[in-house]
């Protein structure tokens, strides 16, 4: 008489979950070190612009309020 399959398979299921990870992790097409170079400095010069306008804007909007509004 056989054992019931999830019985098993119980013991094997971590190290299959873990096998099947690695698997799909081979298939990956991973970045080269100078496309990551180049994507981080895209990312770092969007930001700081991005940075810079919501400041500019911020420094305006700002403005507005204090001289009409405050009365400053």
Same mark, same amino acid.
Request: hydrophobic share 40%; no cysteine.
């Given at each position: 008489m056989t054992q019931p399959i999830? +019985? +098993?398979?119980?013991? #094997?299921?971590? #190290?299959?979950?873990f096998s099947e990870i690695y698997n799909e992790l081979k298939k990956v097409v991973w970045l080269t070190r100078r496309e990551v170079a180049y994507l981080t400095g895209m990312v770092l010069i969007v930001v700081i612009i991005t940075g810079i306008v919501l400041g500019a804007l911020d420094f305006g909007f700002s403005s507005l309020v204090s001289t009409f509004i405050i009365g400053g």
């Open positions: 999830v +019985q +098993q398979k119980r013991g #094997f299921f971590l #190290f299959r979950y």
